[in-house]
């Protein structure tokens, strides 16, 4: 497709099931960290898969450059995601030796979340923790609260059970000890003043509809940049029987990929998340 604009997200996680079922991606950005051979096999279950044309995989060799936590082993695309990560939000949430009870408590609350929040999935509780560390890192608080408040726009309360399905009445009693959980993690670790009232239990509900609702869905994929990188590769080709022939047999060969990916793993093909956009999701 046509690539219209392009935004940073003012935050983005992903989904704690795709995380847990080893879709590797950068922790920042999303951009996956498997080579494409690796992602094909992976989601096949077939380790004697040998993709065509590995030139056109720019992660033929991703596994040499991922940077890795020294604390906690995450995994990031290049230093600048890294350090990015750091300055906004990481060095609050990295899950190292130094505070186990912290520790315990994050992954008590994404535990929570999980439980809740089967696949497929929608949100990520991390999109709340990251903005909670933003603000603690942030130096200007009230900025970054007035960008809170203009995605609140229009997240009326007695339509909020629209926005998601976790602010519906089945889900109160899971919801009610995710807030409380979130509540002890402010109160002990985070002393965030201006986020109190989100904490709050008309302010979770709000908060869990203003995510559901201004949210944009994220997805990356080796294969797909794969797939798409022969399909230019083919374009350029000359139009000759042969150049033709083999055009054919790459299209023949992608579409048995996806076939035995759908046999296998269902539609579950790609790293998945969801972030705030300030252009994209007002």
Known sequence: GELIFEEQPLVLAQFEWNKLYKYSACEYCLY???????????LCQDT??????????????????????????????STKCYQQAMTN??????????????????RHIIDLWRSAHPPPETTSITLVLKLMAMLKNSNNRLLLLQELQKFSQGVQSENQKFYHKLLRKEFQSQVEQLRYALEQFNEQYMQIPEFKWFLTSDGFRQLLALLGRNQQGIGTSSLAIWVKNC???????????????????????????????????????????????KLQSC
């Open 89 to 106: 939000y990481h060095s609050i949430l990295c899950q190292s030796t130094e505070n186990e009870k912290k520790d315990q408590l994050i």
């Open 32 to 42: 996956p960290l498997e080579s494409c051979e690796q992602n094909v096999r992976r």
């Open 231 to 277: 399909e230019n590769l083919s374009k350029t080709q000359e139009t000759t029987a042969a150049a033709g022939a083999a055009g054919s047999d790459i299209s023949q060969f992608i579409d048995a990929i996806y076939t035995k990916i759908d046999d296998v793993s269902g539609e579950f093909i790609d790293c998945e998340g969801s972030g705030l956009f």
């Open 48 to 77: 004697s898969i040998v993709i065509q044309h590995p030139e056109c995989d720019p992660n033929q060799t991703i596994s040499q450059r991922i940077v890795r936590c020294p604390q906690c082993n995450e995994m990031y695309c």
